[in-house]
């Protein structure tokens, strides 16, 4: 069976705009506002352009860092992404200013660069190290809110998998799933292709009295393909394996390969419930 490890990828204007017969000259704010329009729009390159147009105007500007970062990252240019987010914390207050749209977009900059160590950092340390975990504060970036805290959990689980933290990683995994408990989908039985967990209580929902597909069946087949009619293979959560074995550590990438299933925008399953105040 095939497993796939998750990896997560100017035009300078100066506009004089007639109102009420005044000339009105955009500061920093209005390039970042036309710079997010675009993000939204799915238009990365135009994005970039008027970030950097902001900065422009102001290098201090701390939302064109965020978007100029972004829009790299979506550009493909994982480098030029961390320059940014770095920049921008270099010179923050990192005790009051809000930075964990900059800890994540490292993580994941750091990933596509193949850096685990320091993935993993801005994962671990920066991001989850500093979260409110009382006051149940759950991140997600508001210009796409697909993009969430569960591809940062992600993020450091294949960090940890690729550094050798088998353990580490275990853990990772099982808090990964908790964050999904709600958009996990029972199967009928353990013939049935779809369904991610077998609802044993009956709940309806995901709980730890369910048991989670671990990525395996039996090949009657055999065709190295999961067909209809055969039996996948599940297992009690929380997950526990021996990953002293190479049978654990193949569970492992196999969970890291279907959750790398779930944080994909393509498919609508990544929808955490997140905070969104501070978005308004």
């Known amino acids: 069976m095939k497993k796939y490890l998750h990896a997560i990828i100017f035009l300078p204007l100066l506009l004089l705009i007639n109102s009420c017969r005044q000339e009105y000259e955009p500061i920093d704010s209005d390039f970042s506002q036309f710079g997010w329009k675009y993000y939204e729009s799915g238009d990365y390159l135009g994005a970039r352009d008027w970030f950097q147009a902001a900065l422009k105007e102001d290098s201090t500007f701390a939302d064109a860092y ?39 977009g490292l993580a994941f900059a750091y990933n596509a660069l193949g850096n685990d160590e320091l993935a993993l950092f801005n994962a671990q340390s920066n991001f989850f190290g500093k979260q409110d975990v009382v006051s149940g504060d759950i991140w997600c970036f508001c210009h796409r809110k697909d993009i969430n805290q569960i591809d940062v959990r992600l993020t450091q689980a294949i960090s940890e998998f690729r550094l050798g933290m088998f353990e580490e990683c275990l853990v990772s995994i099982n808090a990964t799933y908790t964050d999904l408990t709600k958009q996990l ?20 929902t995901f709980t730890l009295n369910d048991k989670l597909y671990n990525g395996e069946w039996i090949d009657s087949t055999p065709d ?57």
């Open 66 to 104: 965020n978007g100029a970062g972004w829009s790299l990252g979506h550009l493909g240019q994982a480098d030029s992404a961390r320059e940014y987010f770095s920049s921008w914390i270099a010179q923050s207050d990192e005790e009051s200013d809000y930075l964990f749209d900059y800890y994540a």
């Open 185 to 204: 989908s029972p199967a009928n039985d353990a013939n049935q292709i779809s369904g991610d967990f077998l609802d044993l209580d009956n709940s309806g």
């Open 224 to 280: 190295g393909q999961l067909s209809p009619g055969e039996e996948r293979l599940f297992d009690s959560y929380p997950l526990f394996y021996d990953v002293a074995t190479v049978m654990g550590r193949s569970f492992l990438a196999n969970h890291l390969a279907i959750l790398a299933v779930h944080t994909s925008s393509q498919n609508g399953k990544n929808k955490l419930s997140c905070n969104t105040d501070r978005c308004n």
